[in-house]
């Protein structure tokens, strides 16, 4: 069976290098360079991922950070909590390492051919035409869309940024640790800094700063981008840029079908992204090895669609509650206050680090509950929120083994989500 994969970076290499090594013949096409196919920052990935997707964990260079403290901060200061940070992964070098793993393993790479369109097998590309037994999309937001689904709403995308920057100042950026009570290493995560999803977040370590950015611009906020440059004038300890880049993310759950037949979406083509805090690597390195497993077993793209939706689509769109809940009430004071009263705690923002669902040890769920009921409010804010999450879980768990019961299955979603 030949595999034809749309895009190589983070979700199409990951495809391309698990269908390979399980003997599936594979030809990746990238409309770039396959140097600079991708993600071209630093990103913030679980350990567990690597582990669960069968891909080797980082080692340095490509990976610039293990697990250590994490300072969350409400808006930019005083209230803040510490929990635990994920791998700081290049993503620069993950790309070359699964597409390095594809081509050892077997599969067919190439670069500058763009995916123009689809007429059944074959893809219409600038250089030609190409057949495969299945077409996975892993071509980001603007590809050629294999499967049919509507525009991102605006709403729904978050512009990001970051960057690698020099330390033009080592006393400056002392300073800057030592007023947020972090060392060298140790991210600080300003939130709420742009309208309720919005974060700047540094990362000091040795001669080097990694500045992320991210808002929803359709809200009025300042663009990812805009918030990086602004941080940095205001910051002049921050030197000159050292690598980096910007771009928009689909903040949503998965489409409901992400696979049918001979055709699968993978990476945020899918909307596979867990998007409290917009990150996509995760899901793309566990999905990229079901579609694998599920391809070299015989199965097809609607047995890939049904297993990523009972196993992620719950998490994913609890997630997107989460996310536009945050965006339309969690403000920079509200999230004090949160934090205050024990609602937003260490352990529920390591959850979310982790990409996982949110269940609060009994300590901290009784203090939860006693901050709520000192201040109603606030309960009246996220109790809702946190039941239609749960709501979620449970639906995404009887997502139909037949498609002829989605229709069914999507009208009492509008219940749970
Ligand atoms: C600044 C920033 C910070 C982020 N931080 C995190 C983080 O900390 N953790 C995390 O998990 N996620 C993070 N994300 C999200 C993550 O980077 C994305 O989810 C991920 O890069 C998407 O990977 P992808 O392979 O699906 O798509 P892409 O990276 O967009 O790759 C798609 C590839 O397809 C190619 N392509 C497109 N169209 C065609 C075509 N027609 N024919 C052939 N090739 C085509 C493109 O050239 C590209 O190389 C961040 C995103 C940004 C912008």
Not at 79 to 92: F, K, N, Y
Not at 199 to 215: A, D, K
Not at 359 to 379: D, F, N
Request: hydrophobic share 45%.
């Amino acid at each position: 069976m030949v595999v034809g994969v749309v895009g190589l970076g983070t979700a199409g290499s990951a495809v391309a290098w698990q269908c390979a090594r399980r003997g599936l013949e594979v030809v990746g096409l990238e409309r770039g360079p396959l140097d600079e196919a991708g993600a071209r920052w630093v990103n913030g990935v679980p350990r567990r991922a690597f582990l669960d997707a069968g891909v080797p964990v980082p080692q340095a260079p490509e990976l610039r950070a293990a697990e250590g403290p994490y300072h969350l901060v409400a808006g930019w200061g005083p209230t803040r909590i510490r929990s635990t940070s994920v791998l700081e992964v290049d993503m620069r070098h993950l790309v070359a390492r699964l597409q390095a793993g594809a081509r050892e393993a077997g599969a067919d790479l190439r670069e500058g051919v763009k995916v123009l369109s689809f007429d059944g097998a074959v893809a219409q590309t600038d250089a030609g035409e190409v057949r495969a037994d299945v077409w996975v999309e892993a071509s980001g937001l603007g590809g050629p869309r294999l499967l049919e689904r509507p525009e991102v709403e605006r709403t729904d995308l978050c512009t990001a940024a970051q960057e690698v920057r020099e330390v033009a100042d080592r006393a400056g950026a002392a300073n800057f640790l030592r007023t947020w009570g972090a060392r060298e290493g140790e991210p600080v995560c300003f939130t709420s800094v742009a309208g309720g999803y919005s974060i700047v977040n540094v990362r000091v370590e040795g001669e080097q700063v990694g500045v992320l950015t991210g808002s929803v611009p359709a809200h009025g906020a300042p663009g990812g981008p805009s918030l990086l440059a602004d941080f940095v004038r205001r910051h002049p300890w921050i030197g000159l840029k050292r690598f980096g880049g910007s771009r928009a993310i689909p903040l949503r759950r998965p489409w409901d079908v992400i696979g049918c037949g001979d055709r699968a979406l993978v990476g945020d083509a899918a909307g596979l992204v867990f998007s409290a805090h917009g990150s996509g690597v995760a899901m793309q390195l566990l999905t990229a090895r079901w579609l694998a497993e599920t391809l070299a077993a015989g199965g097809d793209g609607w047995a890939y669609n049904v297993i990523v939706q009972r196993r992620l689509g719950g998490l994913l769109c609890a997630s997107d509650l989460f996310r536009r809940f945050s965006a339309e009430r969690v403000d920079a004071d509200v999230l004090a206050r949160l934090m205050r009263r024990g609602v937003i705690a260490p352990g529920m923002v390591e959850d979310t680090m982790e990409q996982r669902p949110a269940r609060p040890r009994k300590r901290a769920l009784a203090r939860a509950l006693l901050g709520m009921a000192r201040e109603p409010s606030l309960g009246r804010h996220v109790l809702p929120v946190l039941l239609r999450m749960r709501l979620a879980e449970r639906h995404y768990a009887r997502y139909p083994d037949d498609p002829t019961d989605l229709a069914t299955w999507k009208q009492r979603h509008i219940i749970a989500a």
